[in-house]
């Protein structure tokens, strides 16, 4: 329901299309302020050039307004897996802020997300808490995100080998 509502309050905005294999965003590059709203298509989320996040399909959907609201560089690439039409509003940020309904859905999906990570991550914990491993740590980790989430400014990502055998 959030997404048909962001795509209603959109309507009328510039829309752009990518070729399969486009890439609308990429991971690294600093925002420009501008968010992308689905039309149609499928898009893949990337990091560290492999699709692992999720496969963004619905009409509505948000690109880019992770980057928007936190003033940070794209966390992750946003491709093109099949021709895919999106609205583009330039000034993603005057947008929301002109439209409450729109901000609020998307801080909704973004909620969504972070209970989803959350209970993810609070059932590794408890696997893996008397291991004695290094994955004991994430009830570290867990007080940071949920505690301290604006205190770290710390980048994504793993200074471990992509293979393990390296």
Not at 46 to 71: D, F, N, Q, S, W
Not at 130 to 152: F, K, N, Q, R, Y
Request: hydrophobic share 45%; aromatic share 4%.
């Amino acid at each position: 329901m959030a997404a048909q509502t962001i795509l209603e309050f959109c309507h009328g905005q510039p829309e752009k299309s990518f070729a399969a294999g486009a890439v609308i965003v990429q991971e690294g590059d600093p925002s420009d302020g501008s968010l992308w709203i689905l039309v149609s298509g499928v898009a893949e989320v990337l990091k560290h050039g492999t699709v692992c996040i999720a496969t963004i399909r619905e009409p509505g959907a948000t690109i880019g307004e992770m980057a928007l609201l936190v003033g940070r560089p794209f966390s992750a690439t946003v491709r093109a897996a099949t021709t895919v039409r999106c609205l583009c509003i330039p000034d993603g940020m005057a947008f929301l802020l002109a439209n409450p309904p729109v901000l609020l859905a998307i801080a909704g999906l973004l909620a969504e997300r972070l209970f989803a990570a959350s209970a993810y991550l609070a059932d590794v914990k408890r696997q893996y808490q008397d291991s004695g491993t290094s994955l004991a740590m994430l009830d570290e980790i867990l007080e940071s995100l949920i505690l301290h989430p604006g205190e770290s400014r710390a980048e994504p990502g793993s200074e471990r080998a992509v293979d393990p055998n390296e």
